[in-house]
């Protein structure tokens, strides 16, 4: 079945320690997102990447970085440098062209004490 | 700056209740208007609204876009414990750079439906 995989489910982290988060798309999609969730917040999109090495920054980039040498694989990593790193991250994907719905990964929840 | 605002933050229900749930927009230049379901996990996607005023219907769920007033509900009719979830707004921009860019999606907050038996 096509879908989206973000792995761990749940990751801890102490302060001051980079961490990297797993996405993988076998939808053969061209674009993929990294969302954060906070509680009683919207999504907020951190990066985005329409095609193979290349990315741009969203509304959230400081103190995360990504990297799409592969299609399928966007992995996100938050740096010692993000102040509030704790939070619900979420992957998606999309056909990349207009009005393209995204499809959601089932989330990743980074705890960092 | 883009904005999308829903209404109801959280709403609590019986089973078998009718609820309406509403989306309201302030964007520099409207695409579409996007509704997700997210349970314990990923959103999913229900309805994407393009054209004012056409009803995009799928079992119990049914939505509608009115851009002259610039908002979308979601109706449910007939509630079910299992409808309980955070739906999710967003509405879809151009791309900021001219010549590319990914679209813009603005999220809303959610609404936080409970569905009591």
């Known amino acids: 079945d096509g879908g989206i995989t973000q792995s761990p489910k749940y990751l801890f982290r102490k302060e001051g320690q980079n961490v990297t988060l797993s996405c993988e798309q076998n939808?053969?999609?061209?674009?993929m997102y990294w969302y954060r969730q906070d509680p009683g917040q919207g999504l907020r999109l951190i990066y985005y990447s329409q095609i193979v090495n290349d990315f741009q920054k969203g509304d959230i980039a400081e103190g995360y970085s990504v990297s799409r040498e592969k299609k399928e694989s966007f992995p996100l990593t938050v740096t010692s440098a993000q102040k509030n790193p704790t939070a619900f991250y979420l992957c998606a994907s999309s056909w990349g062209r207009v009005n393209s719905p995204l499809h959601f990964g089932n989330g990743t929840r980074l705890t960092v004490t | 700056e883009d904005k999308v605002v829903q209404s109801p933050l959280s709403l609590v229900v019986h089973e078998g209740d009718t609820v309406t749930l509403n989306c309201s927009y302030e964007v520099t230049n409207f695409r579409s208007l996007l509704w997700y379901k997210q349970e314990k996990k990923a959103p999913t996607f229900l309805f994407m609204l393009?054209?004012?005023?056409i009803e995009k219907k799928s079992g119990r769920l049914s939505s509608i876009l009115d851009k002259k007033e610039l908002f979308s509900i979601l109706n449910i009719t007939a509630t079910q414990t299992g409808d309980s979830a955070i739906y999710l707004c967003a509405v879809v921009t151009p791309p900021a750079l001219s010549g590319g860019g990914a679209d813009g999606l603005t999220f809303g907050k959610g609404t936080h439906l409970i569905i009591q038996p």
């Open positions: 393009t054209s004012s005023g």
């Open positions: 939808l053969n999609h061209d674009a």
